[in-house]
């Protein structure tokens, strides 16, 4: 597609259940990104995939927090046994080659109840 | 200390003013800058890049200061669609992620 697609756009989930956030980078965008913004803060990086190296996961929290990415393009954010304090909106971004030209999906904004 | 950080204002100009805000980042290892802009509730959207030398966008200038390790942006003739929140972003040596100051908001009124 012609940008970065997210889903869902929107996501309530009750404490204590699974979610499973996805992302479609830009065709041929080697480099992916998820970052999480929550209510009036700035964006923290969460993980980072360059084709086919391991991904940096520095950011994830906690071990309740997993990625993967398939095929070298759709990547699946997973939050187990989610918390309240999981609620933000997390931001995916591709880039060509990881070292300019991030563009940001418009992100699944979560809330946990 | 954050590794970027900016005032986060809001800085309030009424329309055609100039404005400039500045952010300083702590890793002296950065080798790449960036301006982004994020409207409310929406995704972050590139504004420029910031170059050595310096970089003009129309109505947007960008400057780097490496020896005093901060970054400037300058808009001219502010326009009511200027509103918005802008994020100083920094890109560090060998780690290839963004990492993004929280973001200065700026309110242009008529």
């Known amino acids: 597609g012609a940008g970065v697609s997210q889903s869902p756009s929107n996501k309530v989930t009750e404490k204590g259940k699974d979610v499973e956030l996805r992302c479609d980078p830009i065709?041929?965008?080697?480099?992916l990104y998820w970052y999480r913004q929550s209510l009036g803060q700035g964006l923290e990086f969460l993980i980072y995939?360059?084709?086919?190296?391991?991904?940096?996961k520095s950011g994830l929290p906690s071990d309740r927090f997993s990625a993967e990415r398939t095929g070298g393009s759709v990547s699946t954010l997973t939050i187990q046994r989610t918390q309240q304090e999981d609620s933000a909106v997390y931001l995916c971004?591709?880039?060509?080659?990881?070292?300019?030209?991030?563009?940001f999906g418009s992100g699944t904004r979560l809330t946990v109840v | 200390r954050k590794e970027v950080e900016q005032d986060p204002g809001p800085f309030n100009v009424p329309e055609g003013a100039t404005v400039a805000f500045n952010c300083t980042y702590s890793n002296s290892a950065s080798q790449s800058f960036f301006w982004y802009r994020q409207d409310c509730r929406k995704e972050p959207k590139l504004l420029m890049s910031?170059?050595?030398s310096g970089n003009e966008d129309g109505r947007f200038t960008a400057q780097l200061n490496r020896a005093s390790q901060y970054i400037s942006l300058l808009i001219r003739d502010s326009k009511l669609s200027d509103s918005a929140t802008y994020l100083c972003?920094?890109?560090?040596?060998?780690?290839?992620?963004?990492?993004f100051g929280t973001g200065t908001r700026l309110l242009v009124s008529p």
């Open positions: 995939f360059q084709g086919n190296s391991a991904p940096d």
């Open positions: 910031v170059y050595s």
């Open positions: 971004a591709s880039s060509f080659d990881g070292s300019y030209g991030y563009t």
């Open positions: 065709s041929g965008h080697t480099a």
């Open positions: 972003v920094v890109m560090n040596t060998g780690f290839q992620k963004l990492v």
